[in-house]
């Protein structure tokens, strides 16, 4: 396939496992030199190995979005490393327990929000700061297709998350289309991920059935499926997009 990030310099945030492990790999096998930032040292460190042993660059840090102070870590350990930052894939987020909205409990939905919504905005802010003195920059957040509409019932925080990491991408686009630096979004539905199994009761066949029904597609979609996605938004390729949030979904939200 041609090599859509050809030594570009990207951080990937939830890198240790699901849709942004997969698209970790799956830039680096477009070229990229990857910063894997998550909180699960061993497993971000198996991310590392795998894109290593498939021919890859990539090194790790162990990262907090919802610390400042680590994804600054994380953006300057890209630098020191690297040399540089170019791209960046905002993917970190968590799930709540699934419950009415007049059930969710404050310290689920604070959570959620500062994992999902802050953590998104730290990580823009400081890649952002570093693109706007170092020749712009491409950064794609990791919405949902929750983020475009109601959800699909008891992840209230969760959709109000996701709703919200499109509308940090809006502003921030408008914001510096002139300075060099285009902001997107992707939006995946039912992708086959742990995560989703959190939905499907572990992956049990019936309800994994039920949930294939639902997707004009009829199937999961797999993770490398969103990453080659992010891999064309955050490409040369893909120089006249900006502000845009891309379902990656199966048609779920036609």
Same mark, same amino acid.
């Given at each position: 396939m041609p090599a859509l990030l050809e030594n570009k310099i990207v951080l990937v945030t939830g890198a240790s496992s699901g849709i942004g492990r997969e698209t970790a790999k799956v830039m680096a096998a477009h070229g990229a030199k990857i910063v894997a930032a998550a909180r699960r040292e061993s497993?971000?460190? =198996? #991310?590392? +190995?795998?894109?290593? %042993?498939?021919?890859?660059?990539?090194? $790790?840090?162990?990262?907090?979005?919802?610390? @400042? &102070?680590?994804? +600054?870590? @994380?953006?300057?350990? @890209?630098? %020191? #490393?690297?040399?540089? /930052? !170019?791209?960046?894939? !905002? !993917? @970190?987020?968590? /799930? +709540?327990? %699934? &419950? $009415? /909205? $007049? =059930?969710?409990?404050? !310290?689920?939905?604070? &959570?959620?929000? *500062?994992?999902? /919504?802050?953590? #998104?905005?730290?990580?823009?802010?400081? +890649?952002?700061? $570093?693109?706007?003195?170092?020749?712009?920059?491409?950064?794609? *957040?990791d919405s949902s297709y929750m983020g475009l509409r109601g959800g699909t019932g008891r992840q209230s925080a969760y959709t109000a998350s996701k709703h919200g990491v499109i509308g940090l991408m809006q502003a921030a686009a408008r914001d510096y289309a002139r300075k060099g630096i285009r902001v997107n979004a992707i939006c995946p539905g039912v992708i086959d991920t742990t995560m989703m199994h959190g939905l499907d009761r572990g992956g049990d066949p019936e309800t994994r059935a039920k949930m294939e029904s639902w997707v004009p597609m009829n199937r999961y979609g797999a993770p490398e499926e969103v990453g080659q996605v992010v891999a064309f938004l955050c490409s040369d390729a893909a120089s006249y997009i900006t502000g845009q949030a891309i379902p990656v979904d199966g048609g779920v939200t036609t």
């Open positions: 497993e971000l460190a =198996e #991310t590392v +190995e795998q894109i290593k %042993s498939a021919g890859g660059t990539a090194t $790790h840090v162990v990262t907090d979005v919802s610390v @400042a &102070s680590q994804v +600054e870590r @994380a953006v300057q350990h @890209a630098v %020191s #490393t690297f040399g540089g /930052l !170019n791209a960046a894939f !905002n !993917n @970190a987020g968590i /799930l +709540e327990p %699934s &419950s $009415h /909205l $007049h =059930e969710v409990k404050d !310290n689920d939905f604070d &959570s959620i929000i *500062n994992v999902n /919504l802050k953590g #998104t905005f730290m990580s823009m802010k400081y +890649e952002i700061a $570093h693109m706007l003195e170092n020749g712009g920059g491409a950064i794609v *957040n």
